[in-house]
């Protein structure tokens, strides 16, 4: 069976401050994927990103950075000089390979993210 | 239209009414799958459609049926909720299981109250 786990509940910053949000996962799995959504007040979860199992290169999308570390199971997300529009909760999740057929994301309970002005 | 959508955005119901969730991608996606989420727990995987066909029945309660008439199409029928299923409602797809899209793409789901 597969887990994440999104330690964090709540974070709060100062607009314009750095803030990393971790994630931790477990599977018996080779092949996965991991991924980070954001789900503002609307309700609509975001796809920011995907990683695959065998790419641990790190990746940077503009203010956005990504940690993929296998060693310690976790991939971490950072957002650099953080603003109002960052506020909503970020989940992330796993997804394992399994030859065909589609499966489902097995989701973190989510960190709700407050930045203020 | 793009994207996954969702209707209605809100829904207000009886436990003995019998009532419908619709979903929509114009994405041209094989899978399409239904989630719940409620109140501090995580995202729940409902059910999971592959090209029409359902791969994966979450152990849902039967009050919940499932109808994928089309790829691009999925619909959640409930009948005699309880107001413990009052939660968003979820609908997502994606490209493919195997290979590199997969990542899921949801509708801004449906608020579903049970009273």
């Known amino acids: 069976a597969q887990k994440v786990t999104q330690a964090q509940t709540e974070i709060s910053v100062v607009e314009k401050e750095d803030v990393t949000l971790d994630c931790v996962y477990e599977?018996?799995?080779?092949?996965?994927?991991l991924f980070w959504y954001k789900q503002p007040p609307s309700g609509e979860l975001v796809f920011l990103i995907r990683r695959n199992s065998f790419d641990e290169q790190n990746e940077i999308s503009g203010r956005y950075s990504w940690n993929f570390q296998k060693s310690t199971s976790s991939f971490n997300f950072t957002i650099t000089a953080s603003q109002v529009v960052d506020s909503a909760v970020y989940f992330c999740?796993?997804?394992?390979?399994?030859?065909?057929?589609?499966?489902?994301?097995?989701f973190g309970k989510g960190t709700h993210l407050i930045i203020q002005p | 239209e793009t994207g996954v959508t969702q209707t209605p955005r809100h829904l207000v119901m009886g436990m003995t009414n019998k009532k419908s969730l619709k979903c929509e991608q114009h994405?041209?996606?094989?899978?399409m799958y239904w989630y719940k989420q409620s109140a501090k727990k995580p995202l729940e995987l409902m059910f999971v459609?592959?090209?029409?066909?359902?791969?994966e029945n979450n152990s849902v309660p039967s009050r919940f049926s499932p109808e994928c008439p089309n790829s691009s199409h999925l619909f959640l029928h409930l009948h005699t909720l309880q107001p413990e299923d009052s939660a968003l409602y979820l609908c997502a797809s994606s490209q493919d299981s195997a290979g590199e899209n997969t990542e899921a793409f949801f509708g801004q789901g449906t608020r579903l109250t049970v009273v």
């Open positions: 999740a796993l997804r394992v390979y399994s030859g065909g057929g589609a499966d489902g994301l097995t």
């Open positions: 459609y592959n090209f029409k066909e359902q791969t």
């Open positions: 994405l041209g996606h094989n899978a």
């Open positions: 599977t018996r799995d080779t092949t996965y994927y």
